[in-house]
């Protein structure tokens, strides 16, 4: 978002008694904090430098329970979805404070995404996705195929490329489809196929779907489709413990977040091993019990639940 644009905000979110703070307080470390581990991993494995974390801000911007997060391209903006503090958070792409809404009308938001200008917010105990407009005002909601009434705990959400929304339900544990204008076109999965759905990524005509309790990483072509698993769950340095949400880069490698190893791991679209990033701890760089990703570019933001903050690295291709 330009200078002008945020000017524009600023000042609307001001007459109408928005949140916005000037002051911000990030820590600003820029250090490398890459390591592999032992094992034949790819050549062309990825530098990873840790850059900073927004954790400190003034009263108004400290995250309680993080849990979502989404980097709009369009307007060059952050989104975290701040579950315990039941408001939605807006920052640049260099984590300065730009705009919150939701205090009072959110009830425990979950995750969300961002389609052409329109915030998609999924609520813990509401049975709808509720859609805002920049500047945090309601506008409408997403109701299941079954209409208003009709039981439905929305969970993950997820965008393609043609604008369709994908829904995790999180109680039959299917993925429901919307398209751009927001009709139901179809659903797929069910507690036969998952056990616990916890993100979800669509790339490259192929839906990725991570599983906390059953195989780790599933895909699906466009139509739900059933094509292979990914990854195993176990003991050993390579497996997974707790599968978090996941993120698909233009070279359709994978980056999967595993919670209780407070790591990622990376896998090329055929499901090979590369690597693994993280270090366990609350230092700069370090990761505590991260809970979802997202990519700008070359940079990398991951949102973690146990130091509630969210860190910014620089991800370097060799």
């Known amino acids: 978002m330009n200078q002008s644009k945020i000017e524009n905000r600023k000042s609307k979110i001001t007459r109408d008694g928005g949140y916005f703070q000037k002051k911000r ?8 904090l890459f390591t592999l581990p032992d094992g034949g991993y790819a050549s062309d494995t990825p530098k990873i430098k840790y850059l900073f974390s927004v954790d400190g801000f003034s009263e108004g911007y400290r995250f309680s329970s993080p849990q979502g997060i989404y980097f709009d391209s369009e307007e060059g903006e952050i989104y975290v979805a701040d579950t315990g503090n039941n408001k939605i958070d807006i920052f640049d792409s260099k984590g300065f404070p730009i705009f919150q809404f939701g205090k009072g009308v959110l009830i425990s938001p979950f995750d969300l995404v961002v389609r052409r200008g329109k915030i998609y917010v999924s609520q813990q105990g509401k049975g709808y996705i509720e859609v805002f407009n920049y500047r945090g005002k309601s506008i409408s909601r997403i109701y299941p195929p079954g209409g208003k009434g009709e039981p439905f705990y929305p969970g993950r959400l997820a965008l393609d490329d043609e604008g369709n929304l994908y829904v995790v339900e999180v109680i039959s544990q299917k993925i429901l489809i919307f398209d751009k204008e927001d009709r139901f076109k179809f659903s797929f999965g069910g507690v036969e ?4 759905i916890s993100g979800i990524f669509v790339r490259a005509r192929r839906i990725y779907v991570t599983d906390s309790g059953g195989k ?5 072509d466009m139509k739900g489709k059933f094509l292979r698993e990914m990854g195993k769950r176990g003991e050993k340095k390579e497996d997974f413990s707790f599968t978090g949400n996941l993120y698909v880069d233009k ?4 980056w999967v977040i595993d919670n209780f190893r407070h790591h990622l791991k990376v896998f090329d679209k055929e499901g090979r091993l590369l690597f693994h990033y ?4 609350m230092g700069p760089g370090e990761l505590l019990f991260p809970v979802d990703i997202d990519f700008n570019k070359e940079t990398m ?17 060799k």
């Not at 196929?193 to 616990?196: K, Y």
């Not at 933001?301 to 291709?317: D, W």
Request: contains cysteine; proline residues 2%.
């Open 251 to 254: 070279e359709e490698r994978l």
């Open 25 to 32: 307080y990030i820590t600003f470390l820029c250090i490398v």
């Open 301 to 317: 933001y991951i949102l973690e639940k146990g130091t509630k903050r969210l860190s910014i690295f620089r991800v370097e291709v």
């Open 278 to 281: 993280g270090t366990y701890g």
């Open 216 to 220: 780790p990483i599933h895909v699906f």
């Open 193 to 196: 196929r998952f056990s616990s």
